[in-house]
């Protein structure tokens, strides 16, 4: 069964840092690609980043240079590093894993169950 469970969300102010953990298990990590995305009430869910088996990243436009994703494969987890906080960065945060490297949501196989990051002004 695979699960992956996201962690590191929460409260924060605007210009702080935080790091959002994702930790896989039941599938073979290294060979999935993966991929953060975000959501806003109401809205649907946004790609954010991925990053590939090979450690090829790409980003939302928006996002480039304060999101910074990586993977550890020993450790069967990927992370989002976000930098800068702003208020438009609060959105619930969602792990994905897909068989191959994508920005599309459709693409991906399996998700966590999120967790919420709020940004205060």
């Known amino acids: 069964q695979v699960q992956l469970v996201e962690s590191g969300g929460g409260l924060v102010q605007a210009g702080g840092s935080l790091r959002l953990s994702c930790a896989a298990s039941g599938l073979p990590f290294s060979s999935y690609s993966m991929g953060w995305f975000r959501q806003y009430p109401g809205k649907e869910r946004e790609f954010v980043a991925a990053i590939s088996q090979y450690g090829g990243t790409t980003y939302l436009e928006t996002v480039k240079g304060r999101f910074t994703i990586s993977r550890d494969d020993a450790k069967n987890a990927m992370y989002l590093q976000i930098d800068t906080l702003i208020t438009d960065d609060t959105a619930v945060y969602y792990c994905?894993?897909?068989?191959?490297?994508?920005?599309?949501?459709?693409?991906?196989?399996?998700w966590g169950q999120g967790t919420e990051v709020t940004v205060s002004s």
């Open positions: 994905a894993a897909a068989r191959r490297y994508s920005r599309y949501l459709r693409n991906y196989d399996y």
